[in-house]
């Protein structure tokens, strides 16, 4: 089966500009998440979809950030505008029903740099 | 709040040494346990998980993890490491619930020497 895709793979852009980094899961996994790692951090949490809902938001840092996944499938995290504190590695990760009993697959990630 | 230590943040080995690397978790409950693996430019890969039953859970490329319940510890081990297992390491924890969301470690960076 194809894994889980992000794209960009990398992206620069420069303070104030907007990002919109996107996310394809496996076919079939209603579960999507959103993690991110800061440079010399632990992977934090970002969001949790469930089809096209959000389950739980609760680790997004800001309103600058907004995650969609119109009709349950791909999902795209916007940054409008970046910050350069928002540079970092945003990965994506989805699960066939609840991951904590079935397990996560994670993409390659989006290497962020706000310059 | 929820957390997840790992104790060792750069760990460099000769080849043929034995690896263990800790995890402790904030504190108890219902937990599903993973080890993730990060080698240089890929992805993560999961490389092993405890969702119950034996404690002592294989995984891949010959590692292992033992869940210590009374310890809130979940420690990988691989007896004997080779210079390609040279990649981060992180630990992770689910507490269930709503969410299903997981707690990260820190990550440990390991270098095999040859």
């Known amino acids: 089966e194809a894994g889980v895709t992000q794209f960009p793979s990398h992206s620069v852009i420069e303070k104030g500009q907007t990002v919109t980094l996107r996310c394809d899961p496996i076919s079939g996994h209603d579960n999507l998440y959103w993690y991110r790692r800061v440079m010399g951090k632990e992977i934090k949490f970002l969001l949790h979809?469930?089809?096209?809902?959000?389950?739980?938001e609760s680790g997004m840092p800001n309103n600058r950030f907004l995650a969609e996944r119109t009709g349950g499938t791909y999902s795209t995290l916007k940054v409008q505008p970046a910050e350069l504190e928002d540079s970092g590695v945003y990965f994506c990760?989805?699960?066939?029903?609840?991951?904590?009993?079935?397990?996560?697959?994670f993409g390659s990630g989006t290497r962020l740099t706000v310059v | 709040a929820q957390s997840v230590s790992q104790h060792n943040h750069h760990v460099i080995l000769s080849e043929a040494a034995s690896l263990e690397l800790g995890c402790n978790y904030s504190y108890g409950g219902t937990v599903n346990l993973f080890w993730y693996v990060q080698y240089p430019g890929q992805h993560l890969q999961l490389l092993l998980k405890?969702?119950?039953?034996?404690?002592l859970v294989k995984g891949i490329k010959g590692f292992e993890a033992e869940f210590i319940k009374s310890k809130f510890s979940f420690n990988l081990r691989k007896p004997s490491v080779q210079w390609s297992d040279t990649a981060e390491y992180f630990c992770?924890?689910?507490?269930?619930?709503?969410?299903?969301?997981?707690?990260f470690g820190t990550g440990t960076l390991l270098a095999v020497q040859p």
């Open positions: 979809f469930v089809k096209e809902s959000k389950q739980d």
């Open positions: 990760a989805s699960s066939y029903r609840g991951g904590g009993s079935y397990g996560y697959t």
């Open positions: 405890y969702f119950s039953g034996d404690p």
């Open positions: 992770a924890v689910n507490w269930g619930g709503a969410t299903n969301k997981l707690i």
